[in-house]
Nanobody, 127 residues
Framework: QVQLVESGGGSVQAGGSLRLSCAAS??????????MGWFRQAPGKNREGVAA????????YYSDSVKGRFTISRDNAKNTLYLQMNSLKPEDTALYYC??????????????????WGQGTQVTVTT
């Protein structure tokens, strides 16, 4: 079973930056992680897709609310997904989840396509 562990969350003032990491383990070579993504959920709100990408750096997806501020990347050799968050806003405050799928095609910021999820890491942006 694939396990995802997020880290890097914390509290930061508006305009600041954070870098989230997601370490993946437990997958097999026959079922590589094709698509990985980041989602977030704030109190009283639905879970929102933030960013996602395939194994290649040329296939990336971003929500309109974070495009231009956040950058998703991955190091396949280290089995790690990253989310660089710049120019953070109070509305970015949420519990951020890492997700992954082992299918050979299909990627995006739709949560239903992901089979594996981490426990989440809290990001709090203060004014």
């Amino acid at each position: 079973q694939v396990q995802l562990v997020e880290s890097g969350g914390g509290s930061v003032q508006a305009g600041g930056s954070l870098r989230l990491s997601c370490a993946a383990s437990g997958y097999t070579s026959s079922t590589p992680l094709y698509c990985m993504g980041w989602f977030r959920q704030a109190p009283g709100k639905n879970r929102e897709g933030v960013a996602a990408m395939g194994r290649g750096s040329g296939l990336k997806y971003y929500s309109d609310s974070v495009k231009g501020r956040f950058t998703i990347s991955r190091d396949n050799a280290k089995n790690t997904l990253y989310l660089q968050m710049n120019s953070l806003k109070p509305e970015d405050t949420a519990l951020y989840y890492c997700a992954a799928r082992s299918r050979t095609y299909g990627c995006g910021t739709v949560d239903s396509i992901f089979a594996y999820w981490g426990q989440g890491t809290q990001v709090t942006v203060t004014t």
